[in-house]
């Protein structure tokens, strides 16, 4: 059974920073594209950062400068560094990816920007 499970996220001051992980189970990520999307209070679920197997990265532009995306292979692991953060990041961050055809996704993390 393929599981992604999202974890790193909370509550962070505007400017601040956050570290969310998706690790997976039941199948290996290393020859497969990563990505991290996210959805906020009333809108649309949204493309964040993606990963290909060879390291080549994708950026929404609305934060490309701010988040980092990042794999570990061995540890069937995917990072999303999050620096400078806003209001406006608020949201449930989701991992997901694609096998044989099948979406798969986590079940997602909260990060809320907020003094």
């Known amino acids: 059974q393929v599981q992604l499970v999202e974890s790193g996220g909370g509550l962070v001051q505007p400017g601040g920073s956050l570290r969310l992980s998706c690790a997976a189970s039941?199948?290996?990520?290393?020859?497969?594209?990563m990505y991290w999307y996210r959805q906020a209070p009333g809108k649309e679920r949204e493309s964040v950062a993606a990963i290909t197997a060879t390291g080549y990265t994708y950026y929404a532009d609305s934060v490309k400068g701010r988040f980092t995306i990042s794999r570990d292979n061995a540890k069937n692991t995917v990072y999303l560094q999050m620096n400078s953060l806003k209001p406006e990041d608020t949201a449930v961050y989701y991992c997901?990816?694609?096998?044989?055809?099948?979406?798969?996704w986590g079940k997602g993390t909260l990060v809320t920007v907020s003094t």
């Open positions: 039941g199948m290996i990520i290393s020859g497969k594209i």
């Open positions: 997901h990816t694609a096998a044989n055809s099948v979406d798969y």
